[in-house]
């Protein structure tokens, strides 16, 4: 089952991401898509760490994150995927020639394997259509490939919620997925 939580940055999406699974079968697996390439982001991710119990599982994965998935999915009881707004980054960083088709179709073999699983996966995405049009090429690219990616998700999702100023709001829980 695919549960989408989406919202602005420091909306409060990992936090309800974790209390949510919190209630769901154990192990659970943190997959994260993080890249420490600096001392700030190092410690946003071992803030990000001391967040997680320590019964937690973690795999890290910038980039093959759906293959990472349905091998973490072979133990895991409940699974969250934080998140695919880097992991998008991550992805065009790697490959200029990367568009919105490609992350797409990257996009909608994640939703495939998680909304096929029987055990829940829980994927964290920030909302980066509510902005202004960013002012160069490479962050309008991204904004775009995380947008299309975002709305595959959301149409395969079972559930999803957005959270804004640390207040989810659940704009779908119970759909038929696909």
Sequence with gaps: MLILITGGSRSGKSGFALQQASTMPHPRVFLATAQAADDEMRGRIEAHKRSRPPE?????????????????LERAGTVIVDCVTLWVSNLILADETLGEKEVADRAEELAVI??????????????????????NALARRFRDCAGRAN??????????????????????????QG
């Design 56 to 72: 937690w599982g973690l795999v890290e994965e910038p980039l093959e994150v759906t293959r990472a998935l349905t091998r973490t």
């Design 114 to 135: 998680a909304s096929e699983s029987p055990a829940p996966v829980i994927v964290v995405t920030n909302e980066v259509g509510s902005g202004v049009v960013p002012d």
């Design 151 to 176: 709305q595959v998700l959301a149409r395969w999702a079972a559930e999803v919620h957005l959270m804004v100023s640390g207040i989810p709001m659940t704009i779908r829980k119970g759909k038929e």
